[in-house]
T-cell receptor, first 118, second 111 residues
């Protein structure tokens, strides 16, 4: 299996531009997560989907951020307009499990998309 | 608000030493996981603990889940340079798909 695939690996853009990050989860996984990682704040959960439906987007910083999952094999995270404080590594992860006592719910992460907003 | 606090944040030790990393919260989790992350890569799962008081061993690594399911520890015996990395605990909020990550412990083992 190819694992979770993210693109682009690196993105450098200017403030005000639109940024779209893409993720292909592992086939058969029914949960997908978007995280953001910075030195200051660590790994923050932005949003997660179950069976393509957004379940909790309380971690999305503000209206400039939006995420979609049109089908089981693809998700996007969009920032419009981007700002320098959005600079971070954005990770997508997928899981086949439910966070319950009888399920390991292992998260499989992609390699991340490093975003730099100038 | 950070739900999971890890300590220490940074740790630099000599090869062969032992160390313990702590993960604490005021929230109850259905399960708790430990991940290790290498530079330029995503975190990779080391272990999952699901029962209060559970202890799991993975070679030189020993993981424990607190009785109240609010905290966990990771103990490494005879650390090696290959253990260098960022260690993250992650708690699963009961009945949800929500995995919250700890603040992280950056470990460096010197040869």
């Amino acid at each position: 299996d190819a694992g979770v695939i993210q693109s682009p690996r690196h993105e450098v853009t200017e403030m005000g531009q639109e940024v779209t990050l893409r993720c292909k989860p592992i086939s058969g996984h029914n949960s997908l997560f978007w995280y953001r990682q910075t030195m200051m704040r660590g790994l923050e959960l932005l949003i997660y989907f179950n069976n393509n439906v957004p379940i909790d987007d309380s971690g999305m910083p503000e209206d400039r951020f939006s995420a979609k999952m049109p089908n089981a094999s693809f998700s996007t995270l969009k920032i419009q307009p981007s700002e320098p404080r959005d600079s971070a590594v954005y990770f997508c992860a997928s899981s086949s499990g439910l966070a319950g006592a009888l399920d390991t719910g292992e998260l499989f992460f992609g390699e991340g998309s490093r975003l730099t907003v100038l | 608000t950070q739900l999971l606090e890890q300590s220490p944040q940074f740790l630099s030790i000599q090869e062969g030493e032992n160390l313990t990393v702590y993960c604490n919260s005021s929230s109850v989790f259905s399960s708790l996981q430990w991940y290790r992350q290498e530079p330029g890569e995503g975190p990779v799962l080391l272990v999952t603990v699901v029962t209060g008081g559970e202890v799991k061993k993975l070679k030189r690594l020993t993981f424990q889940f607190g009785d109240a399911r609010k905290d966990s520890s990771l103990h490494i015996t005879a650390a090696q340079p290959g253990d260098t990395g960022l260690y993250l605990c992650a708690g699963a909020l009961w009945g949800t798909y929500k995995y919250i990550f700890g603040t992280g412990t950056r470990l460096k083992v010197l040869a």
